[in-house]
């Protein structure tokens, strides 16, 4: 698993990259897609708009929100998350 840091370097790169490329005024969606497949690319493992369900005072709300970007390191805390929700 890469240090956040050094994540965080190459999904700037990539993201600058990109908008250099394209420039603005592009719909999110596109940046989004052609960033995730760089990403992948370069060897990360990438989830876009995860779902994620929430159980509060004995009610499950499914999908409470998503989270837009998982990857890398981040995808062990979101499933300790998940599971944290579900014990609830």
């Known amino acids: 698993m ?3 840091d050094e994540l965080s370097s190459i999904v700037l790169e990539e ?3 990109i908008h250099k490329e394209f420039g603005p005024g ?3 969606t596109v940046y989004e ?3 995730a497949d760089r990403l992948r690319r370069r060897g990360l493992k990438v989830e876009r708009q995860v779902q994620v369900k929430v159980v509060f ?3 499950t709300y499914d999908p409470a929100f998503k989270i837009c970007w ?3 390191v981040l995808s062990s805390r979101s499933r300790q998350s998940r599971d944290l929700a579900r014990r609830t």
């Open 57 to 59: 005072d004995g009610e």
């Open 70 to 72: 998982l990857m890398g």
């Open 26 to 28: 592009l719909f999110e």
């Open 33 to 35: 897609s052609v960033l």
């Open 2 to 4: 890469l240090p956040i």
């Open 15 to 17: 993201a600058i990259g």
